[in-house]
């Protein structure tokens, strides 16, 4: 029996600016067959702006993001600061999902209360891999904070 008990299809948010990996994350969730909702921001500020709006009526805060570091206007660092900081999002679990892998990435994510990063894999095969695994995991393992 899965550990997630929904209502509603798993809410994700993917904060990412680079439209091949958007489409590779949207193929590879569509795949899972799992019931979910991916909407996408392209850019810091404007994950900012959505999850300082989610929580009012038909805006559920999402049950997971999927977050970039190095994107526009706003960083991945930035944005996952403003979420961990600011109490009503505070809950919502980030994964930081980046191709860095530099120490002072990975440390600052984990600093500023990152739920877990994974390096972007390289290859086809093994990207689609990691978000079956992600997807099994935060969808189907994990239990996350709902109602909020």
């Given at each position: 029996?899965?550990?997630?008990?929904?209502?509603?299809?798993?809410?994700?948010?993917?904060?990412?600016?680079?439209?091949?990996?958007?489409?590779?994350?949207?193929?590879?969730?569509?795949?899972?067959?799992?019931?979910?909702h991916l909407e996408v921001v392209r850019d810091g500020e404007q994950a900012i702006e959505y999850l300082l709006r989610c929580g009012g009526p038909g805006k559920p805060h999402p049950d997971l993001v999927l977050l970039?570091?190095?994107?526009?206007?706003?960083?991945?660092?930035e944005v996952l600061e403003v979420v961990k900081l600011t109490e009503r999002l505070s809950h919502i679990p980030v994964v930081v999902f980046s191709s860095s892998i530099a120490e002072p990435d990975v440390n600052k994510a984990y600093a500023l209360r990152a739920n877990s990063?994974?390096?972007?894999?390289?290859?086809?095969?093994?990207?689609?891999?990691?978000?079956?695994?992600?997807?099994?995991?935060?969808?189907?393992?994990?239990?996350?904070?709902s109602g909020w």
């Open positions: 029996m899965s550990a997630n008990i929904h209502h509603h299809a798993f809410r994700i948010l993917v904060v990412e600016d680079n439209d091949a990996d958007v489409r590779l994350l949207q193929e590879a969730f569509r795949e899972s067959g799992a019931a979910h970039d570091l190095n994107l526009p206007r706003r960083s991945g660092h990063y994974i390096q972007k894999p390289s290859s086809l095969d093994k990207f689609f891999a990691t978000v079956r695994q992600l997807q099994a995991f935060w969808m189907h393992r994990a239990t996350v904070p």
